[in-house]
């Protein structure tokens, strides 16, 4: 029988933590093996681990999966949690793609220039608030379901609330403007699995820190 999963990356959110959300949330325990030096992404470059030479990457049941959205897919397959059939993927991956485009703005805009600090701020704030939070409000207040599709619990649900607690961080009062948001919100979190993955001491990282920054240009750039 296969372990758990490992997943190798930094002690950073970043591109991992979507597939942190989503293992916890389907109550897939995980290891993790942190990069703490660029000679450590090196070695792993070099054992040939890395099919393009990037992080993140997880090994699970006899594979080693890089790209973070084939390793969510990956696991949204095992766990049942990619709709039932070819058209409700469809809309998944569709609204997976969206939470996507906000939150990697939001991954990003620590890394960048002090001086265009702001103006991504103020960009990742409108975008949530006239682009994408008004879509998946729609999406929910359109068929009155618990889930964004098929009335069941599926990746995107994870990933978009995963979302919802980034931007909040960021703005805590745009989310206030969307109520099928926040009970949506709410929902995942009483989950079980999603509860005990928000509790103080899980594998979820902290909010991204000055001090994690400089040690992720130390090992990626």
Do not use: C
């Not at 970043?14 to 389907?26: D, N, P, Q, V």
């Not at 805009?109 to 006239?130: M, N, V």
């Not at 619990?153 to 995963?162: C, F, G, N, Q």
């Amino acid at each position: 029988m296969a372990g758990k999963p490992v997943l190798y990356y930094y002690n950073a959110r970043g591109k991992m933590e979507s597939i942190r959300w989503l293992l916890a949330a389907a109550g897939e325990e995980f290891e993790e093996k942190f990069m703490k030096t660029r000679e450590d992404l090196e070695k792993l470059r070099n054992d040939g681990v890395l099919m393009f030479q990037q992080a993140p990457m997880v090994e699970i049941d006899g594979m080693k999966l890089v790209q973070s959205r084939a390793i969510l897919n990956y696991i949204a397959n095992k766990h049942h949690l990619y709709g039932k059939d070819i058209k409700e993927r469809a809309l998944i991956d569709m609204y997976a793609e969206g939470v996507a485009d906000l939150n990697e703005m939001i991954i990003i805009y620590p890394f960048g220039p002090p001086e265009g600090k702001d103006a991504s701020l103020a960009q990742i704030k409108d975008k949530a608030k006239t682009r994408y939070f008004p879509a998946f409000e729609k999406v929910l207040k359109s068929h009155g379901q618990d889930y964004l599709v098929g009335n069941r619990l599926s990746k995107v649900d994870i990933l978009l609330v995963e979302l919802l607690y980034n931007v909040e961080e960021i703005d805590p009062t745009i989310i206030t403007s969307f109520p099928l948001l926040q009970a949506l919100k709410t929902r995942i979190s009483s989950l079980p699995t999603v509860k005990k993955f928000l509790q103080p001491g899980s594998q979820r990282k902290p909010p991204v820190s000055e001090e994690s920054v400089a040690e992720g240009k130390r090992i990626f750039f």
